[in-house]
């Protein structure tokens, strides 16, 4: 319990310092090693930042000039550090192979340098190898220049992660000798008849049909399992704790840094009002619960009225588990913790190609009431986030129409476990151009059964949800359902060469990326762009 109490007045205390009204130098020393941690009961070796899981909490004011050193103190690994949503230049992003930045060798610090140039909340974590998954995340706030318009009493990070005593390395091999390795959760015999009764004899034995001739398994909505759910660092039985005064606006900054773990977010007896995604405000909506994407981050303002505990429940999509923390008046209170939801079945739905090819860049995933990834449980009448909702709070600055449209499709061989990007695994030498300033549509295909957070480094994207051109919300990290599709909008005005990527984090590792070209503005021509692209045998575009 004093652990739990420790980390929660550590978080808020982190959340709550001062903001500057002027500009200046933040400067951050950032040790990385190996170490025992005892999180779940074991000791077990994983990645510490500053001698903690996660890392500490990263503090900045719009305009500030950050200065981090990173010194890597592990004895055989190099490592780095990815600034996640962060608008900075390609040396400073940190990804390895990117925009002449090396990692950082064993023994050697690297200092990252760059201006801060937005406000909200975001992230870090590792891009090398597993060390995301080993330990190496936390989570950034940064203050806006002016008054925020986002007010509350209270603010608190909500960073989920997934805890494996397991390490990556031994994980991804699981993968590689069978993509079904963690797949304790098959149908049954007893399913099937359950199936006849519902759907009919008939309907049930060609459902089952289908499934068996594409070698899939209709319950696969997480390929890893055997997780312990954490937020900030703590299982739920440590239970990570907000404190409140009946009456307050408490805002919570949730950050899912799990390596393959998508959530069901809940505050029984909460309404939840989400004001900022990925960092950036949006106009208010009140919600029941959110569907929460690896890599997403939201904001969310709460308002407890009475002097008891709630529960913040984060379910696992594939309901293994929960991440739960609470907000009490008191420390030592806890709430109710919510029973587990059944878990969803995917269907026909969920592989419909004709789906994928209709020409409805809005689509959304609750357009599809026969898709079992769309179903939460949740009971009726419950009001649960989609993307339709999310509108820019202020608008946006360049509404021109796209010049051209480039596919992105998402595909993969889920028998060797290989993902891919238009058919290909990651090779440096692919990618997709574009010349600086240009405004192009980016559509995104996904042509497996699962979903897929698709996450472009240095830029923002404007979601096209159905909102006006002007009131798009940006986003840094889109979830593409299965068997679905989405489009964004870009303007190409970050110069370098830009991961593209899931963000689970082994399907990023075996081949579910590729590079993002900004050409230096006046060497390329938005023509020019696509002539080379397709000339160079790279032609991801209609």
């Excluded at 406000?119 to 190898?129: D, E, F, I």
């Excluded at 031994?170 to 359950?194: A, P, V, W």
């Excluded at 609470?326 to 059944?342: F, K, N, Y």
């Excluded at 419909?352 to 609750?366: T, V």
Aim: net charge negative; proline share 5%; charged share 20%.
């Amino acid at each position: 319990m004093k652990h739990a109490i420790l980390a929660g007045l550590l978080v808020w205390g982190l959340a709550l310092m001062p903001a500057t009204s002027t500009a200046e130098t933040r400067e951050y020393t950032l040790t990385i090693a190996r170490q025992d941690v005892t999180i779940t009961g074991e000791k077990l070796s994983k990645i510490t930042v500053n001698g903690t899981l996660p890392g500490p909490v990263l503090r900045f004011a719009e305009g500030d000039d950050a200065v981090i050193h990173v010194k890597n103190a592990m004895k055989t690994e190099a490592t780095s550090v990815h600034w996640h949503g962060l608008l900075l230049p390609g040396l400073m992003d940190g990804a390895p192979g990117y925009n002449g930045f090396k990692g950082i060798k064993p023994g050697e610090t690297f200092t990252y340098r760059f201006e801060i140039r937005q406000s909200g909340t975001y992230w870090y974590h590792a891009h090398t190898l597993g060390q995301e998954q080993e330990g190496l995340y936390a989570g950034i706030i940064i203050d806006p220049k002016g008054p925020d318009p986002i007010r509350a009493d209270r603010d608190y990070v909500v960073l989920l992660s997934d805890f494996s005593r397991e390490t990556s390395g031994q994980i991804l091999g699981n993968l590689k000798k069978s993509s079904e390795y963690y797949q304790y959760n098959r149908r049954t015999l007893g399913d099937f008849f359950r199936d006849v009764r519902q759907q009919g004899f008939s309907k049930a034995l060609k459902t089952s049909g289908e499934w068996g001739r594409m070698r899939m398994l209709s319950s696969d909505l997480s390929d890893v399992t055997g997780y312990h759910f954490l937020i900030n660092g703590l299982t739920k039985d440590q239970n990570w704790t907000g404190i409140f005064t009946p009456g307050e606006k408490v805002r919570l900054r949730f950050i899912n840094a799990s390596a393959m773990t998508m959530y069901d977010i809940r505050i029984p007896g909460l309404k939840m009002t989400v004001v900022a995604a990925d960092g950036q405000p949006v106009v208010p909506v009140e919600v029941d619960e959110f569907r929460f994407g690896n890599a997403e981050t939201y904001d969310v303002i709460v308002e407890p009225k009475d002097d008891r505990a709630y529960t913040i429940a984060a379910e696992s999509l594939d309901r293994e588990g929960f991440a739960l923390g609470t907000l009490a008046p008191r420390v030592g209170l806890r709430g109710d913790i919510p029973a587990q939801r059944a878990r969803a079945i995917l269907t026909m739905t969920d592989m419909n190609m004709e789906l994928m090819m209709r020409d409805d860049p809005d689509m959304d995933m609750s357009d599809l009431p026969d898709s079992g990834w769309a179903k939460t449980g949740a009971p009726e009448g419950t009001t649960t986030l989609s993307y339709r909702d999310l509108k820019s709070l202020t608008p946006q600055t360049d509404t021109r129409e796209p010049t051209r449209d480039i596919t992105v499709r998402l595909g993969g061989n889920m028998e060797r476990y290989i993902w891919t990007i238009n058919g290909k695994t990651f090779d440096p030498a692919d990618g997709i151009e574009t010349a600086f300033n240009e405004r192009v549509r980016i559509i995104y295909i996904n042509e497996t059964m699962m979903a897929h957070p698709v996450h472009l480094h240095g830029m923002f994207v404007q979601l096209e949800n159905g909102q006006s051109t002007a009131s798009l919300p940006n986003k840094h990290t889109l979830i593409v359902p299965p068997g679905q599709r989405a489009s964004v909008l870009l303007t190409a005005n970050e110069v370098g060469t830009w991961p593209l990527h899931c963000h689970l984090l082994y399907h990023m590792s075996s081949g579910m990326m590729t590079s993002f070209i900004v050409h230096e503005q006046g060497t390329i021509a938005p023509s020019e762009a696509s002539s080379a692209h397709k000339e160079a045998g790279h032609d991801h575009h209609d």
